[in-house]
């Protein structure tokens, strides 16, 4: 009896085990399939840009997109074949600097985007969204934000630029980030050299900043909060009370020294809807007109308090 119910118990533990590895398993495979899903959905987004907005236009964008617009204005081959000729050997080259997975999704990424670019210009010719400069540069750097976040959400990259940065800040002192702003804005200065247009040009810089910016937005989202540090050589704990009381939120008291461990301080760190703000600053105000009041962006905030 003994040995029978042993032998029970320890096949209950291995079906649980095994389902409890299967469960993990499918949870991974569900997370991978909406990575892949933002990754294409990204990719459509940044060739529609390239292909309805920016290239009619000749505006150019950062990275090989960029590139590639200019190129194709020089060289007339699809905007697609171009993209996939400079990232091809960016990705046999960096392959080692971009770990397994990452270069996987990025050559399954950069796969769709030059399916999608050549799709819209060559088999359906879809026609320039508008001829507008000022249109065209607005829609088109947010569809290649909106397009390069997606896609950044998925967990991977556009190639190109991120590629070559990464294999230079490895190989050098200099940053991943200092590296794309040099290509970018190599880029552009080409733009403006081969249409022998500046004004095209700084068209395209806004282009690129319209696009980082909706990056961070679908990256971190719109920030509505504020984090605030309030500092006063009176008693902290009343005013706590008082901003709780009057505006219901709450924080954390964080206790400590001046930098010479002359005086003692304490600091409040609070979370605020940017709508209280102004009140949180009235009560602060109130209580202590020579307070110490920090405000900074909370640009992603993960759990509750």
Same mark, same amino acid.
């Given at each position: 009896?003994?040995?029978?119910?042993?032998?029970?118990?320890?096949s209950?533990?291995y079906?649980?085990?095994?389902?409890?590895?299967?469960?993990?398993?499918?949870?991974?495979?569900?997370?991978?399939?909406?990575?892949?899903?933002?990754?294409?959905?990204?990719?459509?987004?940044?060739?529609?840009?390239?292909?309805g907005?920016?290239?009619p236009?000749?505006?150019?964008?950062g990275?090989?997109?960029?590139?590639?617009?200019?190129?194709?204005?020089?060289?007339?081959?699809?905007?697609?074949?171009?993209?996939a000729?400079?990232?091809?050997p960016?990705?046999?080259?960096?392959?080692?600097?971009?770990?397994?997975?990452?270069?996987?999704?990025?050559?399954?990424?950069?796969?769709?985007?030059?399916?999608?670019?050549?799709?819209l210009?060559?088999?359906?010719?879809?026609?320039?969204?508008?001829?507008?400069?000022?249109?065209?540069?607005?829609?088109?750097?947010v569809?290649?934000?909106?397009?390069?976040?997606?896609?950044?959400?998925?967990?991977?990259?556009a190639?190109?630029?991120?590629?070559l940065?990464?294999?230079?800040?490895?190989?050098?002192?200099?940053?991943?980030?200092?590296?794309? $702003? #040099?290509?970018?804005? =190599? @880029?552009v %200065? /080409?733009?403006g050299?081969?249409? !022998?247009?500046?004004?095209?040009?700084?068209?395209?810089?806004?282009?690129?900043y319209?696009?980082?910016? $909706? #990056?961070?937005?679908? =990256? @971190?989202? %719109? /920030?509505?909060?504020?984090i605030? !540090?309030?500092?006063?050589?009176?008693?902290?704990?009343?005013?706590s009370?008082?901003?709780?009381?009057? $505006?219901?939120?709450?924080g954390t008291?964080?206790?400590?020294?001046?930098?010479?461990?002359?005086?003692?301080?304490?600091?409040?760190?609070?979370?605020?809807?940017?709508?209280?703000?102004?009140? $949180?600053?009235?009560?602060?105000?109130?209580?202590?007109?020579?307070?110490?009041?920090?405000?900074?962006?909370?640009?992603?905030?993960?759990?509750?308090?």
């Amino acid at each position: 009896a003994f040995i029978l119910t042993t032998i029970i118990m320890n096949s209950e533990a291995y079906h649980f085990v095994f389902l409890l590895n299967f469960l993990v398993e499918m949870k991974k495979i569900k997370t991978e399939l909406v990575n892949y899903s933002f990754i294409i959905l990204g990719s459509f987004v940044m060739a529609l840009g390239v292909v309805g907005f920016l290239s009619p236009n000749r505006i150019a964008t950062g990275g090989t997109a960029g590139l590639a617009i200019v190129l194709h204005h020089v060289i007339n081959l699809p905007i697609g074949v171009l993209m996939a000729l400079v990232n091809i050997p960016l990705l046999l080259v960096g392959l080692k600097y971009l770990g397994k997975r990452f270069a996987i999704k990025t050559i399954f990424c950069i796969g769709f985007i030059v399916l999608f670019v050549d799709a819209l210009s060559q088999w359906i010719h879809l026609q320039s969204l508008s001829s507008n400069l000022m249109l065209a540069t607005l829609y088109g750097g947010v569809t290649i934000g909106i397009g390069l976040g997606l896609i950044f959400k998925g967990g991977a990259s556009a190639g190109g630029g991120t590629i070559l940065a990464k294999i230079i800040s490895a190989n050098t002192q200099i940053k991943t980030s200092t590296v794309i $702003l #040099i290509l970018d804005a =190599l @880029v552009v %200065a /080409s733009a403006g050299f081969v249409f !022998h247009s500046i004004e095209l040009a700084l068209w395209s810089l806004i282009s690129i900043y319209v696009g980082s910016k $909706l #990056i961070d937005l679908i =990256l @971190v989202g %719109a /920030s509505s909060q504020k984090i605030v !540090h309030i500092s006063s050589i009176k008693n902290l704990n009343e005013l706590s009370l008082i901003i709780s009381e009057n $505006l219901g939120i709450s924080g954390t008291i964080i206790k400590g020294n001046d930098l010479g461990n002359t005086e003692y301080k304490d600091i409040i760190f609070i979370m605020i809807d940017k709508n209280k703000l102004n009140p $949180l600053k009235q009560l602060v105000l109130q209580y202590d007109e020579n307070v110490k009041m920090i405000v900074m962006e909370a640009t992603e905030v993960l759990g509750k308090e």
